[in-house]
């Protein structure tokens, strides 16, 4: 039988991309961009901080990293623990080591929970995003709008309330959006979000409450996607940023600089048989010629040499 022409009818049709959301743009065609200080590479390295719930509910579904075992699952629920105990502090001892900036995206519910987290990262005086309110509270497809929208305003309400910050950076637990997630992310002034990993530098995301920043996350190069999905090892780990390192060097000589972003997680990299994988990755990029600034610092150098 053959296709029914209703197939190919689209309620938005034009060059490039058939919706409205941003402009069809090529990164080889875009103007050369120098990260301060003349360097070629920014490193952006987003640190999740998130609390899981022993009761998830796993509404629509069951995200990646939550419990997998019948109530209560105390074996992942208290090693996602870890990470904020003890796993943490590894990595922020690595950053000064290397003289690396993190960037800190934070569940709300976290740091209602850990005062103790929160205040070290307040002293530190590094920028946090907001990742959320908690992990099992997921923003997805044909959410109530109303619930959506409050659930938007009371993590970033309290989050910029407990970190004495504007936050203005938005990382979405599992990355799940609903068609409404960046209006009211723009409506709730939020400059920039991390959820779409469709570039490698950022772009204009068009909401009818003014423009949203889309910044280049990579999953990619997520630590549990390598490790926990993937399942390679902690060397091959390594060896996969350092390649992405030297390829983005190369283009960025060629093309103008780009971003290296690293979005790792302390309960995974901060295990001490892994630790040393992200201190070599870490050695190795801070060695290059290399801009490291949190994400705020990076999108507005980039946003200074840029016409939108």
């Not at 619930?147 to 407990?162: G, I, N, W």
């Not at 990029?285 to 016409?307: F, G, P």
């Amino acid at each position: 039988m053959a296709l029914d022409k209703s197939y190919l009818q689209y309620a938005h049709r034009s060059y490039g991309m058939d919706h409205e959301r941003y402009d069809w743009s090529m990164l080889s065609n875009r103007p050369a961009i120098t990260w301060p200080g003349g360097k070629k590479l920014a490193l952006w390295v987003n640190v999740p901080l998130q609390f899981f719930p022993l009761d998830q509910k796993g509404e629509p579904f069951k995200i990646q990293g939550g419990m997998t075992m019948p109530y209560p699952d105390l074996r992942h629920f208290s090693l996602r623990d870890y990470g904020n105990r003890v796993g943490i502090f590894r990595f922020l001892k690595a950053f000064d080591k290397y003289g690396v900036t993190p960037t800190f995206a934070m569940n709300t519910e976290l740091a209602k929970r850990t005062p103790y987290l929160l205040d070290t990262i307040k002293e530190r005086g590094n920028e946090v995003m907001c990742h959320g309110m908690h992990m099992d509270a997921l923003h997805y497809g044909g959410q109530d709008k109303q619930v959506e929208a409050q659930l938007v305003k009371d993590s970033l309400t309290q989050l910029r309330e407990l970190t004495e910050q504007d936050v203005t950076g938005w990382l979405s637990p599992g990355r799940n959006e609903s068609e409404n997630t960046p209006e009211l992310l723009a409506a709730n002034g939020i400059k920039y979000f991390c959820d779409w990993v469709n570039d490698d530098m950022p772009y204009t995301f068009n909401t009818q409450q003014g423009n949203l920043w889309a910044m280049p996350l990579s999953n990619e190069l997520d630590d549990t996607f390598i490790m926990l999905n993937n399942l390679h090892s902690e060397e091959s780990y390594a060896e996969q940023i350092i390649d992405a390192c030297d390829y983005l060097l190369k283009e960025a000589n060629e093309q103008g600089g780009r971003i290296l972003s690293l979005n790792i997680h302390p309960w995974m990299l901060g295990q001490p048989h892994r630790i040393s994988a992200l201190e070599r990755v870490l050695e190795y990029v801070m060695d290059q010629d290399v801009y490291s600034a949190c994400a705020s610092d990076i999108l507005n150098a980039y946003t200074s040499q840029i016409k939108t």
